[in-house]
């Protein structure tokens, strides 16, 4: 049977017209669905970028608030050593504030951070003692609250002796035991104008070295401060404390009632001068909270002071910036003196020469300090914890640190002392000189 040569041909025509004709209604399909896709991207695209906005607003409201809240006056410099001679640098006001929370738990308002400090301590020269090594760890953990504009709420947790208000520090080696941390901190900030007012027990407000008041050492009562701007970039603050220093059901209170003046001056471009005159009146009459710790090495009959504290304090720092910015040249005095001593004893100085700064990743900082201090011409209990003597005394300390990376410094500091009057050495040989370096490893986070 011979096949029709047409029907084939017609067969693939008719096939060619279908498909031709089912062609745009496939295309269309295939628009469609891209159409569809493009549109749903483009609506997560839309949700992230109001969320971006809405994030973005939020962190514009909380910058328009930290603006609006006038801040605590400026350093002179920025605290820069791990554990500075007697007397470093005067310290600025602390405000207490930790680095801003980051990332996806951040809290409006919630400011957290510490550091962690790991040091070791080689004390030699001592004729009548053995030569001690030591390993000594600090930590501190702070955090502040913005409950409103101008009204702040923070607390600290820090290692160390309850009982003992000038160190935070924790000798290892009890066997193992665990570290004892207390509560450093609490207190109420409120900011308005030029004012701010503390209350609770509350971060140092005074200019200082370690001369008069220790590092560690936590103010408990209330306090203010109140700037100027005089223009010109001079500055002029006025700094108060009423510190409750032991609370008596029967006898009278002991405290203190100070004040100090600080005063910033540009002298140019490249030179500034920071003056602080402060008066520092304690009344002693209640002793109950006080243990031996607290008595140190004032002068002490019957279990009680000898001489009364009356301080005037005066503290001067030159700051030369002209050379590099990372190698500024401080030239810091300090001088204190008793006005109500039972002892001729009642004067103390420091002086300080430093150059460089640990702010920034490669910075290197050197400092030489030299101090005298009378044995009843600072109020022990509260002054410098870096000596074995804490009056009485001649120093020469050399500080080096260095900052390897971001937010680590390591130092080295040595002091060379003995004490400064044989008739006060007590149980230290007076022609001795004692000699202590330390290793210091800190981290802040």
Known sequence: MRRNPVLPVRFVLLAATALSAASPALAQDVRLDTLERQLTDQQQRIKQLEALVAE????????????ATPPVPPAAAPPTALAAAPAPAPQAVAVATAPATTGPFRIPGLDVGGDLRVREELNFGDGDARDRWRSVLRVRIRASYTVAPGLTIGAQLATGDPDD??????????????????LDQAWIRYTRGGLTAYAGKFPQIFQRTDLVWDSDIVPEGVGAIYALDLGSGAKLDARAI?????????????????????ASLPLSRQLSLSLAGGYYHYRLDSLGGADA????????????????????????????????PRWPVTLTANYVKNLDAAVAADTGFNLELAAGRTAQRGDWRVAYNFSQVGVDAVFAAFTNDNLALATNY????????????????????????????????????????????????????
């Open 394 to 445: 001649k120093l020469h300390g050399l500080d080096v640190g260095f900052v390897p990376v971001k937010d680590v410094v390591l130092n080295i500091v040595y002091y060379h002392y003995r004490p400064l009057d044989a008739l006060y050495a007590g149980t230290n040989q007076p022609h001795d000189w004692l000699d202590r370096v330390r290793l210091n490893f800190l981290v802040n986070f």
């Open 56 to 67: 973005q607003a939020e962190l514009l409201r909380q910058v328009r608030a930290e603006r």
């Open 242 to 262: 009423y510190f409750i220093i032991d609370e008596a059901q029967a006898a009278r209170d002991s405290d203190m009632l100070g004040g100090q003046l600080v």
């Open 165 to 182: 208000p000038n160190s935070t520090d924790i000798t290892l080696g009890n066997f193992d035991d665990d570290l004892d941390i207390s």
């Open 293 to 324: 710790g607290d008595f140190r090495s004032n002068l002490i009959v019957g279990g009680r002071y000898l001489s009364d504290f009356h301080l005037l304090d005066g503290i001067a720092s030159l700051t030369w910036r002209g050379a590099d």
